[in-house]
């Protein structure tokens, strides 16, 4: 027989009631504890009754299969709260129960860790910001003063050229004219002076031979010169310069004075993202079972099997050695199939936000979306091709793209067709991603909760993990607990608590990172491990290579 704690006696009064289960909150009577006991599932904690831990001041939700119950335990496996009624069900057997008085713990939990994040952390951070704002307002304010000083100096110049050079110049160029002008007209004047001198000779001489009575005289002595005066020297035309002054080309002048470069004025990340209220309120922290449990296996039909992708929880994106991708619900059923436009095999594929089907297209250099089954190109490269693919939070693309030499390789962020992004090189220039081609050359891709951009570098055996801002976090090149061989990572996902899941084909296992890089575990029950996706309730789905199967594994 047994009693719940909300009752305060049995029917023989509280003499029966010799045991208390502190796990379940039930009271035992001496014949039922053995019953109690029996499911070795369920860690029980059996007391004596009169050493039972008063019962705590709570108010348990009411089971919505029994109203009459309060929900006291906490199914791990079903993820929900259950009552005495439900465990006593078969439904629960053999599942792992919890107290749901230690949900709270985990809440309390997440609030530690908040208040130390803000007070260690953010609350530092932003004084450093603000310290630092008032040292670039110091230095914004002697920048600005060297501008005022450059603009002034050139100015300076600027009036000592235009005197030197233009006025004195144009001052030369009119004193040099004056000086021919002059001299030509006093050449004239020279003439006609002389030409004057002469006329008054013969006036006089003229006269004076009037004046004579010698005969040899007036017919010998004159000869005219009245014809040489009557044809008058040439007149001189001088035309006077004049000064035309030009219209200021302002435009032109502010080009020729210098120019200034634009201001710019950006923002980017600070190297961590801030949590929101809903975080406070999120779902508790989810422990990584010590062995992971295989759900179920679902057979594609391919061979080899390259990519998995989660359209719903009950539905699969896959893709292998082939034009065709082929979406499976988790019977194994074939829903529909989808040929790429061009008749190419995909490079890879990856589900929006919004439920639509995007590929890349190594051959013809695009990236295409299926929207109603009919298929549209979002993207055409230009001395680039794109490789691998994901969809954001934010529903913008990341392509994974390989220079046509090879000889460079980057991550570009999309908006529909528009570029937004590209990262490339970390602080010191250098690459931050493999480059070169071989079989050994791909790269996967994966957005994280807290918005890093994850690679997997199969090229060069490490992970490449990188903020939102595109600034280099940490990179991962494999655990020693792991590595039977050379770590070789093929595929990338994260999950809810932004855990980085990576596949690694030479060693069969699958790699959980947490978000700042730390192995925390692995999961060893595949067989030669490729793509990976996780659905909403953190079930991790791998895309065996050579078998074309996807497993789906519970890990936490």
């Not at 539905?315 to 082929?326: L, S």
């Not at 089954?373 to 994974?400: A, F, H, M, N």
């Not at 899941?501 to 699958?510: A, G, K, P, T, V």
Request: glycine share 4%; net charge neutral.
């Amino acid at each position: 027989m047994v009693y719940t704690k909300l009752e305060i006696k049995d029917r023989r009064g509280d003499s029966a009631l010799q045991s208390h289960c502190e796990l379940c909150q039930i009271n035992l009577c001496k014949a039922c504890v053995g019953d109690h006991l029996s499911d070795s599932s369920i860690r029980h904690n059996v007391v004596p009754y009169k050493h039972r831990k008063s019962t705590p001041n709570v108010n348990y939700p009411k089971c919505p299969n029994h109203t009459e119950k309060h929900c006291e335990l906490y199914c791990e496996k079903c993820d929900n709260s259950v009552c005495s009624t439900c465990i006593s069900s078969d439904k629960h057997h053999g599942h792992k129960l919890t107290d749901i008085l230690q949900i709270p713990s985990f809440i309390k939990e997440i609030l530690n860790n908040d208040l130390k994040e803000l007070e260690q952390r953010i609350f530092p951070t932003y004084e450093g910001i603000a310290s630092d704002l008032n040292s670039e307002k110091i230095i914004l304010e002697k920048h600005y003063e060297k501008l005022t000083t450059a603009v002034t100096k050139q100015g300076e110049e600027w009036h000592r050229e235009i005197n030197i050079i233009i006025v004195n110049k144009k001052k030369f160029e009119i004193d040099e004219m004056k000086t021919k002008h002059l001299a030509a007209l006093n050449k004239k004047d020279n003439e006609i002076k002389k030409i004057i001198s002469d006329v008054k000779q013969c006036i006089i001489d003229l006269k004076k031979i009037l004046g004579s009575n010698d005969v040899s005289i007036l017919t010998s002595a004159y000869k005219s010169r009245n014809t040489e005066f009557r044809s008058l020297p040439r007149k001189i035309n001088i035309s006077l310069p004049s000064f035309s002054s030009h219209q200021i080309n302002r435009e032109l002048l502010h080009q020729m004075f210098g120019s200034m470069s634009a201001l710019f004025i950006t923002t980017e990340e600070h190297g961590f993202t801030m949590k929101t209220l809903e975080t406070v309120f999120c779902p508790p922290i989810k422990p990584l079972l010590h062995e992971p449990e295989l759900i179920t296996t679902i057979g594609t039909g391919f061979g080899p099997l390259y990519s998995v992708n989660c359209l719903s929880n009950e539905e699969i994106w896959t893709w292998g050695n082939d034009k065709i991708m082929k979406l499976y619900n988790l019977q194994g059923k074939l829903l529909k199939s989808i040929q790429t436009k061009s008749g190419n095999i995909p490079c890879d594929i990856a589900v929006t936000s919004s439920g639509d089907l995007v590929y890349t297209d190594y051959s013809t250099r695009t990236v295409n979306i299926v929207k109603n089954d009919q298929i549209q190109e979002v993207i055409r490269l230009q001395g680039w091709k794109p490789y691998y693919i994901c969809s954001t939070s934010s529903g913008d693309l990341l392509v994974i793209m390989d220079s046509d030499n090879y000889t460079q390789s980057k991550v570009v962020r999309y908006s529909g067709s528009t570029e937004k992004q590209t990262i490339q090189f970390d602080s010191e220039d250098k690459s931050l991603f493999s480059s070169g081609f071989n079989t050994q050359s791909t790269k996967y891709i994966s957005e994280n909760r807290n918005l890093d951009i994850c690679v997997a570098d199969n090229r060069a055996g490490a992970v490449v993990v990188v903020n939102q801002a595109g600034k280099l976090r940490f990179r991962y090149t494999g655990h020693p607990s792991t590595n039977k061989g050379t770590f070789n990572p093929v595929g990338i996902t994260t999950d809810s608590q932004s855990q980085i899941l990576i596949s690694d084909y030479n060693n069969h296992c699958i790699h959980i990172l947490d978000h700042d890089g730390q192995f925390l575990s692995y999961v060893d029950n595949c067989d030669l491990p490729c793509g990976l996706c996780v659905d909403t309730r953190d079930n991790l789905f791998v895309a065996e290579y050579l078998s074309g199967k996807v497993k789906k594994i519970r890990y936490m």
